[in-house]
Structure formats: structure tokens, C-alpha cells
């Protein structure tokens, strides 16, 4: 059973720039959720997607936004760029039944902002 | 707003012995609690998931508890390996899919 597929693995934008990260999740998983990682913050969950509807969103500013596909896979997207952005972003996947599924993850996207 | 704390944030520990990694939450109404190690510039590898109405979950070397009453989570390695050293992360999940993190403890295990 194929796991968590997020790609790409390595970015490298500059500031001002905008840039689209893909995941695709488990096979017969409904819900996506993102997050970032960073050194000083640790992870921070940016928004989940359940069925192509975001049914959460984290502390994060509008430059920020995602969306989900019928088949299940989501993008996220970050527009004009920050040096602050540079994170590695992580996709995770789960069933979507409130409150009683495992969350998997993928191996992340590093995304440097220059 | 739920917070996570893991104590020790580092522990180096010598191959062959038996540890015991804290995970402390603020808010009792949680649904579930999660176990992962992250190898460094990976992503997360999920080793346990305790619901709340468990008291622990064992895989392997593996042992979590849980006791949601007290907002408190241990995970004990037994027989620590030198591949056991990860960042061990705990995450409890409030609401619809959304995990909330803590810090992480990084496990070091020496030959």
C-alpha cells in the first residue's frame, strides 16, 4: 500500500515569488492536512481538507491557502514569498472521521526562500 | 487553546538501556495521542496511537500510556538501539484531523 506522496522534495524561491506544493494521500484517505516545520516553532498545522471543503485552518496569513481534488489529492500554495516561509511543509493523510483516525505523513517538501 | 510540553527537549543515553520519554497537554478532551520519530530532514513515521478511551498501546520495544485525567503521556524504549536515535514526537489530536505538536525529545543512543 503506497504511503504519503508529496512532491516536490527540495524547492528553492526567491522572495516575492509564489510556489504550489502537491500531496497525494493514502489511497481511500479523505482527509488532508498540512503543516509546517520550522526549527524555532516546531509544527504548526497551516489547514486540513475533508472532501474537497476546508473544515480547518491553523494561524497562518491568507498568503497561505490550499485546496483539495475529488480524487482526494491536495496543493498548497504560498504567494509572494517570505524569507520566514522557509520550512519544510509536511502532508499528512487519515480516514477523516472526526476525532478517531491515524494521521500519516509524507516525507515533506524543504522549501528555502532566498 | 491546547499546548503540548516533552521533557527531556535532549537525552543521550548509552546502547542497551531502557528509557522513558514525558509528554504533558493542557486540555484533557482529547481524542486520541500519537508517538512519532523524525530522522532528521524526514518526515514522521507514526510508531503509536492510544485512543482516549486506552490506557496504553504496546509495539515491539514499544510501550505509550495515557492518562487523559492527568493530561500525561510516557513512551518507554526498551533496550535501546543505536538506531533508535530520532526525535521522538508526541501529538494529541483535539478536533476533526488537526494534531497538535509538541517540541519533541531528541534521543541519542550511543555503541
Known amino acids: 500500500k503506497a504511503g504519503v506522496t508529496q512532491t516536490p522534495r527540495y524547492l528553492i524561491k526567491t522572495r516575492g515569488q509564489q510556489v504550489t506544493l502537491s500531496c497525494s494521500p493514502i489511497?481511500?484517505?479523505?482527509?488532508v492536512s498540512w503543516y509546517q516545520q520550522t526549527p524555532g516553532q516546531g509544527l504548526q498545522f497551516l489547514f486540513e481538507?475533508?472532501?474537497?471543503?476546508?473544515?480547518n485552518k491553523g494561524n497562518f496569513p491568507g498568503r497561505f491557502s490550499g485546496r483539495q481534488f475529488s480524487n482526494s489529492r491536495s496543493e498548497m500554495n504560498v504567494s509572494t514569498l517570505e524569507l520566514g516561509d522557509s520550512a519544510l511543509y509536511l502532508c499528512?493523510?487519515?480516514?477523516?472521521?472526526?476525532?478517531?483516525?491515524?494521521?500519516?505523513f509524507g516525507q515533506g517538501t524543504r522549501l528555502t526562500v532566498v | 487553546k491546547q499546548e503540548v510540553t516533552q521533557i527531556p527537549a535532549a537525552l543521550s543515553v548509552p546502547e542497551g538501556e531502557n528509557l522513558v520519554l514525558n509528554c504533558s497537554f493542557t486540555?484533557?478532551?482529547?481524542?486520541?495521542l500519537q508517538w512519532f520519530r523524525q530522522d532528521p530532514g524526514k518526515g514522521l513515521t507514526s510508531l503509536l496511537l492510544?485512543?482516549?478511551?486506552?490506557r496504553e498501546q504496546t509495539s515491539g520495544r514499544l510501550n505509550a500510556s495515557l492518562d487523559k485525567s492527568s493530561g500525561r503521556s510516557t513512551l518507554y524504549i526498551a533496550a535501546s538501539q543505536p538506531g533508535d536515535s530520532a526525535t521522538y514526537l508526541c501529538?494529541?489530536?483535539?478536533?476533526?484531523?488537526?494534531?497538535?505538536f509538541g517540541k519533541g525529545t531528541m534521543l541519542l543512543v550511543s555503541p
Open positions: 499528512a493523510s487519515s480516514l477523516g472521521a472526526v476525532g478517531n483516525t491515524e494521521a500519516f
Open positions: 489511497s481511500g484517505h479523505r482527509s
Open positions: 481538507y475533508f472532501s474537497e471543503t476546508q473544515r
Open positions: 486540555d484533557s478532551a482529547i481524542y486520541n
Open positions: 492510544i485512543q482516549s478511551s486506552q
Open positions: 501529538a494529541v489530536l483535539s478536533g476533526y484531523s488537526t494534531l497538535t
